[in-house]
């Protein structure tokens, strides 16, 4: 694999979690590896490995870039991501208080929703 590659895997392994890479690692096949390539190395290896935007930054961004668009399904994974990149409850609902303003408060509404059942979900896995 090329170095961009490797970067994206580190970087995804840090914001995301070991059991969760191999979990997804373990699922991949050969018909998704052309697009799991991609993802590791645009979204991971050119994106979140660019250290120009903090982790924390860059994980309330894409909270709130997730929600304005309705792209629920990966808010309660970025959620959990937090414990590793450093953004606090406080933080994600400022991000989630700003796409109430911007992309409108059904989105922010259900965002929070996720996010209360994930942050209730991690409570229960330190206790």
């Known amino acids: 694999m090329s170095k961009r590659y490797d970067d994206g895997m580190a970087t995804r392994r840090k914001v995301l979690g070991d059991a969760h890479v191999d979990r997804a690692e373990a699922k991949k096949t050969a018909f998704d590896v052309p697009f799991q390539t991609m993802i590791t190395e645009g979204a991971w290896g050119t994106l979140w490995s660019d250290p120009t935007i903090p ?4 994980s309330m961004l894409t909270l709130a870039l997730l929600a304005a668009t309705g792209n ?10 937090t414990r590793n990149t450093g953004a606090s409850r406080e933080e994600v ?16 509404n259900h965002a929070i929703k996720l996010a209360k059942a994930t942050f209730a979900e991690m ?3 330190t206790k």
């Open 93 to 108: 609902m400022q991000a989630f208080l700003h796409v109430a303003v911007y992309a409108g408060v059904p989105k922010a």
């Open 72 to 81: 629920f399904e990966e808010i309660p994974m970025h959620v959990r991501a």
């Open 55 to 58: 982790l924390r930054e860059r």
């Open 123 to 125: 409570e229960g896995e």
